[in-house]
C-alpha cells in the first residue's frame, strides 16, 4: 500500500462516515472517458496480438494480478483468453531485480524484457508517485508500448510517465484502491465486449 495519507484517518468513525467518503465519487464525468479511452487502446492492442502487463505495489499489486487473470481467464463471457500478465507473479525476478538492480527497478527491468511495441502496460499506484511503478512507464514508452496510469491524489509524478490517465479521488489508498478496482473491472467488461462483438 502507498505510505502517502492525504487525509487524516486517525480518528474513531462510524458506518454512515465511511459511506459518505464513498458516496459520489463514482459519478465524476471523467471516469467515463478515461476508461473508454483505455479500453480503445487494450482492444486495439489485443486484436494487433499484442498483450497488456500490470503492475503495482502491495493491494494494488493484487488488483494488477486480478485484472490480468480477468482477461487472460473469463470476466463475465466465453471467448479466447487475452495476452494479460501481472509483473508482480515471479518471486524470483523480483528479488533478482531488487537484489541487483534495487527495488525501483523491479518492474522498469521486466518491461524492457517483455514489452513490445503496440503493447499497454498498466501501472495502478494511488499516490501516483511510486517511484518503481513510475519507472515501468517510462521504460514502457522507451519500448514504444502504451503507457496507462491508474492514479490517485491528483495524478502525482506517474501522470506526466502516462500517456493515459485514469485519475481516482483524493484520500487514503482503500478509497482509491475501490475505485480502481471498480474502473478497471468496467475496463475488463467493455474489452470483452469489444473482442467478442465488435465495435
Same mark, same amino acid.
Given at each position: ?18 459511506? /459518505? ?9 471523467? *471516469? ?31 488488483? $494488477? ?17 487475452? /495476452?494479460?500478465? /501481472?509483473?508482480?507473479? &515471479? ?9 541487483? *538492480? ?5 518492474? /522498469? ?13 498498466? $501501472? ?28 490517485? &491524489? ?17 484520500? *487514503? ?27
Amino acid at each position: 500500500m502507498d505510505s502517502a495519507v492525504t487525509k487524516d484517518v486517525r480518528g474513531r468513525r462510524g458506518f454512515d462516515e465511511l459511506v /459518505a467518503d464513498r458516496r459520489g465519487i463514482f459519478d465524476a464525468p471523467h *471516469y467515463r472517458a478515461q476508461v473508454e479511452a483505455i479500453a480503445d487502446a487494450v482492444v486495439r492492442a489485443l486484436r494487433a496480438g499484442k498483450k497488456v502487463l500490470w503492475c503495482g505495489n502491495g493491494g494494488s499489486a493484487a488488483e $494488477a494480478q486480478h485484472m490480468a487473470a480477468e482477461l487472460s481467464g473469463r470476466f463475465l463471457r466465453e471467448r479466447p483468453g487475452l /495476452a494479460s500478465e /501481472a509483473l508482480s507473479v &515471479n518471486t524470483s525476478a523480483i528479488t533478482a531485480i531488487g537484489n541487483d *538492480y534495487g527495488f525501483d527497478r523491479v518492474f /522498469a527491468r521486466q518491461v524492457e524484457a517483455f514489452a513490445q511495441p503496440g503493447d499497454v502496460v498498466i $501501472a495502478l499506484t494511488t499516490s501516483g508517485d511510486s517511484p518503481n511503478v513510475v519507472h515501468a512507464l517510462e521504460s514502457a514508452r522507451q519500448c514504444a508500448a502504451v503507457a496507462v496510469a491508474f492514479t490517485g &491524489n491528483g495524478g502525482g509524478r506517474i501522470a506526466a510517465a502516462a500517456d493515459l490517465v485514469l485519475v481516482g479521488p483524493d484520500g *487514503y489508498s482503500a478509497i482509491v484502491q475501490e475505485v480502481h478496482q471498480v474502473m478497471a473491472h468496467i475496463l475488463c467488461d467493455l474489452v470483452e465486449q469489444r473482442i467478442i462483438f465488435g465495435d
